[in-house]
């Protein structure tokens, strides 16, 4: 029996995850016991740190519960095979050839008698077979104990054994095969769900950087980057990489890049390059030795190169590379590496659309900031002739001996004139009220007086159309925090469209409450009110409603714009209710003071 099994902890049956190699190393073990007539059998695997670790056990339930799972060091079962007899596949070592200092307990020694012959079994005698791979790499043992007989093998049962050891050999490595495939396959599915999880990001350093450790750990990499090429003529794109130190490609490997990747997108394959692996056609030569001779340079004996993309679009690749003595790159990890290409190359897109979108607000503000501009310098330019046309036809109409056409031509001017201020007012005031760089200087602002003001200029025009103006105002002062020109020219231009908006007879309501700590102003209609489009582009400069109800009053579009500048500059809100053919209500939220 192999006897150094040092004080190895027990730790129940499952050794090996594969469930099916488990049971055909079992079904080996138990072939030895109850064919080839042993009381006991063991097979062991070589594990990475070097030590022989019992997984399958047949023949006795104490030999089991005392050797599964237990351990020895490789280089002990060397010691004992030099003194071994050769037996084919089997070595033997009599006891007799033991160190009598050998010392240790043996894992587990039958508590047997040896019977009266010169071939008698003796306790401590050691048969074994060394299960090694076609590369000649030790990587398990068969060991067996308890001979039925109670004799040393003989010719026949030593071929049966040797049957067996052969068997044993290869149903080991297909178990440890299978082991390492399992593992590589839950490490790449583990790297996979953490580069998910980082995909959720929109900025691509933040997602190479969280997805940086689960790759390298996940793929078994000593090294990755993520490239994303450029869009047109932008250059040579973007390398994220693992490392402090920049991954430097060259122009002509950018190309090779580039090219690969579309090809490899298409085909959905990933693309191995080592100087050990045949060229698959994914390169030509000359690429392929320019892309060997980078990595040279880089000290990197292989990389596994990753398409990225999204429904036909290949927008970049991830490299994973691995240092010379590392294992090649297998089929398990090229498919799970073609999946984080997926999620990555939706990650690209997505970090692309936000680019995108963020240049479109950058220079939809700069057009913005331009029209503004636009716009005040053209009323600033034709404020001073308008004002001397005004100031001439005044001195005009003053004459005595205007004839009476004359007359009649010089007030339709005036009003022309009139109505062009009026616009350039407007037009002013939208550009003030429109300048971040001219915000309002907040001081406590009396909107119930600010609300007589205003009733006291409509009131006129809403006698003139019998309209029932009621005012709903609290008793006192009532203190918003603000501009109080600003808050004036608010009410008014509501006020103003609510009275010009309904037609004759109707009934217009305005009212100041507070609500939860702010100043709430409404204006209630009757009027025509407007369709839900319409309300929905309320506030943009120049909108005037289609409905040729409103279009009959005259109006330049520019009374809500003003509004809904004021409302943002002084931190309020307002929300709008209409319903066509029947009125609407106007509320506006404003910081008390
Ligand atoms: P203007 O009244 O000078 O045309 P505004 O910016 O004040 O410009 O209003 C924009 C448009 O919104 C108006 O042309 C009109 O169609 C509609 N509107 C505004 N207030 C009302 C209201 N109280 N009732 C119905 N329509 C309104």
């Not at 006795?60 to 071994?84: M, N, W, Y």
Request: aromatic residues 4%; negative net charge.
């Amino acid at each position: 029996m192999p006897r150094d099994t040092p004080a190895g902890p027990v730790r129940g049956r499952v050794r090996l995850s594969d469930a099916g190699s488990r049971d055909a190393l079992q079904l080996i073990a138990e072939g030895v016991t109850d064919v080839a007539h042993f009381g006991v059998a063991a097979i062991s695997v070589v594990r990475e740190d070097g030590k022989l670790e019992v997984v399958a056990v047949a023949g006795s339930d104490v030999a089991r519960s005392q050797l599964e799972g237990s351990r020895t060091p490789v280089d002990r079962l060397a010691g004992e095979i030099a003194k071994a007899d050769d037996w084919g596949l089997l070595r033997f070592v009599p006891h007799e050839r033991l160190e009598p200092d050998a010392g240790d307990e043996w894992g587990w020694v039958p508590d047997i008698e040896p019977i009266d012959a010169p071939d008698a079994w003796h306790p401590l005698d050691l048969l074994i077979a060394p299960l090694y791979d076609d590369n000649g790499v030790l990587r398990g043992t068969l060991a067996m104990d308890v001979p039925a007989d109670g004799r040393r093998p003989g010719e026949e049962q030593r071929a049966l054994l040797n049957m067996y050891a052969e068997q044993a050999g290869r149903a080991v490595v297909v178990a440890l095969e299978r082991e390492a495939l399992a593992e590589q396959v839950r490490m790449a599915q583990a790297a996979r769900r953490i580069v998910r999880r980082a995909t959720a990001q929109l900025s691509l350093e933040r997602i190479a950087a969280d997805s940086r450790d689960a790759l390298l750990e996940g793929f078994r990499a000593a090294g990755m980057w993520i490239h994303t090429f450029a869009r047109g003529a932008e250059g040579l794109g973007h390398i994220y990489s693992s490392n402090p130190t920049e991954v430097a490609l060259t122009p002509d490997l950018v190309k090779i890049a580039e090219s690969t990747a579309q090809a490899a997108w298409r085909s959905q394959q990933v693309v191995i390059v080592a100087s050990n692996v045949e060229d698959d056609e994914s390169l030509d030569p000359a690429e392929r030795a320019a892309v060997l001779s980078f990595l040279r340079g880089i000290d990197v004996e292989s990389l596994l190169f990753i398409p990225l993309g999204a429904g036909p679009e290949c927008l970049g690749n991830l490299v994973l590379t691995r240092l010379p003595g590392a294992p090649e790159w297998t089929e398990t990890e090229a498919a799970a590496a073609l999946d984080i290409g997926h999620d990555l190359g939706r990650a690209i897109l997505n970090a692309r659309t936000f680019e995108r979108e963020h240049q479109l607000v950058v220079e939809l503000q700069e057009l913005d900031t331009y029209k503004g501009q636009l716009i005040a310098t053209v009323a600033h330019e034709l404020k001073n002739p308008l004002s001397s046309v005004l100031g001439h036809l005044e001195m005009l109409e003053s004459a005595r001996d205007l004839a009476g056409t004359t007359r009649g031509s010089l007030a339709a001017m005036e009003r022309g004139a009139q109505r062009m201020v009026k616009v350039i007012d407007d037009l002013l005031l939208l550009s003030k009220v429109g300048d971040p760089d001219n915000p309002v200087i907040p001081t406590p602002v009396d909107l119930s007086h600010v609300l007589d003001e205003v009733i006291d200029l409509v009131e006129l025009s809403a006698q003139q159309k019998r309209l029932d103006l009621k005012v709903e105002v609290p008793d006192g002062p009532v203190l918003a925090l603000g501009d109080a020109d600003e808050l004036d020219r608010l009410c008014a231009n509501l006020i103003s469209n609510a009275v010009k908006y309904t037609p004759e007879g109707g009934s217009v309501t305005v009212a100041i409450d507070v609500v939860d700590g702010d100043v709430v102003f409404t204006c209630r209609d009757e009027g025509i009110g407007m369709s839900a489009e319409d309300v929905a582009r309320l506030g943009t400069e120049f909108f005037r409603s289609s409905n040729p109800l409103a279009l009959a009053q005259p109006g330049t579009g520019l009374g809500l714009a003003i509004v809904r500048r004021i409302v943002e500059r002084h931190g309020g809100s307002m929300d709008i209710e209409s319903d066509l053919g029947h009125g609407s209500t106007f509320r506006v939220h404003l910081p008390a003071a």
